[in-house]
């Protein structure tokens, strides 16, 4: 799509677009909405990726939760205000952002597309949006950085049980011109995934995203001293030779030449050890659960860039993230992947946002659909908003193209119903803005 003109407005520029371009018969590449992104995606993508990326955990009471509780607020349109012209733009760890959107962490993105964080990147850029680089992401973060050229980009770190491959991810985030770190740390155990697990199928573990891990300099060496210590799963039942084991070792294989585990060819990487001890290794070190705000604080030894901690939903935790010399906070449940019955972040977010007073950002996600959801968010004390699913789907329906234009329509959402609203910047937004849904409890 040709460069928007925003001279009058976000939103203009692209309803402007969208109808100029339909004269002609062409439509968006994705629809505008959640459900039919979800609906897109699921007849693009297998059984298998469709679940993994649609997912949540238990009967997924917390998806629904987390959408449902924006439902319990209104926004109270202002008239006869001035809104002409609008500035989007806010200030976040130190730097003038030109929305309030980031790009969440998304893993496994090669389930999607195939070109995966690549494309993702290349649309985040272009937008000027920063993009949460996934831990477990489908291509390296050097690889995702190189084609975002001066796209702002941040690193999601989950905590390993090595401090050592820890130290090693943000060194090379620091290297690769990340502008912070985000510290996951809801997923130390693996939630209770009923989809994933009705289909036996958990990505990791067919060599998919962890291409994070298998491009690390310490991952390798931890994989080579398992392969020379003979170290074996014993636990692990007997994989069946069939059609889908026999295209998983291939993908191990592959990921394994890939990132340089390996040498020679396809057939030598079948051949060797080394891509399931990379699997395995993987398993072994990707979560530590026995992690305090002890063990946190080391993150200071390993890097000076900025650090959030994600999945923060009680007011004490993002007290004492405060008082512990965190730079932001990040209200998630995980899009609802680890703990049904969880609260839903919208309705943490008002104690939080009390709690913290303003001393650092806050930014939320889960739940968040479009712009008018951002304009709630907002409302009651985000920073920033990050766009989860929704840029998945438009990945799995269009590659870099349905990325862009869902989070494109994100940004004109925003835009649009700010300026219906009677606001001309994210920073006239607060409480008075909304009221409580009078038939919602």
Not at 112 to 129: E, K, N, Q, S, T
Not at 160 to 177: M, P, T, W
Request: charged share 20%; with cysteine.
């Amino acid at each position: 799509m040709a460069r928007l003109d925003t001279s009058r407005g976000y939103a203009r520029g692209v309803q402007s677009a969208v109808y100029r371009a339909g004269i002609s018969g062409t439509r968006p590449a994705v629809p505008s909405t959640f459900a039919g992104l979800e609906q897109g995606a699921r007849r693009a993508l297998s059984a298998d990726a469709f679940a993994y990326l649609a997912g949540g955990a238990g009967a997924e009471h917390t998806m629904a939760a987390n959408v449902e509780a924006f439902g319990r607020w209104q926004v109270i349109p202002r008239v006869l205000r001035d809104v002409a012209e609008r500035d989007l733009s806010i200030d976040l760890l130190g730097r003038r952002r030109a929305t309030p959107f980031v790009l969440a962490p998304l893993g496994v993105m090669e389930l999607a597309h195939r070109d995966a964080d690549v494309a993702v990147g290349r649309a985040a850029a272009a937008l000027d949006v920063p993009y949460i680089l996934s831990n477990q992401a489908s291509r390296p973060m050097e690889e995702v950085v190189a084609a975002m050229g001066g796209g702002a980009r941040w690193f999601q770190l989950y905590w390993s049980a090595s401090d050592d491959l820890n130290a090693s991810f943000l060194r090379r985030a620091e290297a690769s011109g990340c502008e912070a770190i985000v510290i996951t740390l809801d997923t130390h155990l693996l939630g209770w995934r009923t989809r994933d697990l009705d289909l036996a199928f958990l990505p990791f573990t067919r060599g998919q995203g962890i291409a994070q891990y298998t491009s690390d300099p310490v991952f390798a060496d931890l994989v080579r001293e398992r392969v020379k210590r003979g170290v074996s799963d014993a636990a692990a039942p007997a994989v069946k030779v069939n059609a889908k084991s026999v295209a998983a070792a291939v993908g191990m294989a592959r990921e394994a030449r890939r990132a340089g585990l390996v040498d020679g060819g396809l057939a030598d990487a079948l051949r060797s050890p080394l891509p399931r001890a990379a699997v395995e290794t993987f398993l072994d070190v990707f979560a530590d659960p026995s992690l305090t705000w002890d063990d946190i604080a080391k993150v200071r030894e390993w890097t000076d860039l900025p650090v959030l901690l994600k999945g923060v939903l009680h007011p004490e935790d993002a007290e004492r993230a405060v008082d512990a010399g965190m730079d932001g906070i990040v209200v998630s449940n995980h899009g609802g992947r680890q703990v049904d019955r969880s609260v839903p972040t919208i309705s943490a977010l008002p104690a939080i946002a009390e709690r913290v007073a303003g001393r650092v950002p806050i930014l939320l996600d889960s739940g968040v659909r479009g712009g008018a959801d951002a304009v709630i968010a907002l409302s009651l004390g985000a920073t920033a908003v990050g766009l989860g699913r929704p840029y998945a789907y438009g990945l799995a329906i269009a590659g870099a193209t349905g990325v862009s234009e869902v989070v494109r329509n994100a940004i004109a959402e925003f835009d649009l119903t700010l300026g219906l609203a009677g606001y001309t910047s994210p920073a006239d937004l607060g409480p008075d803005a909304l009221r409580p849904h009078p038939l919602v409890e």
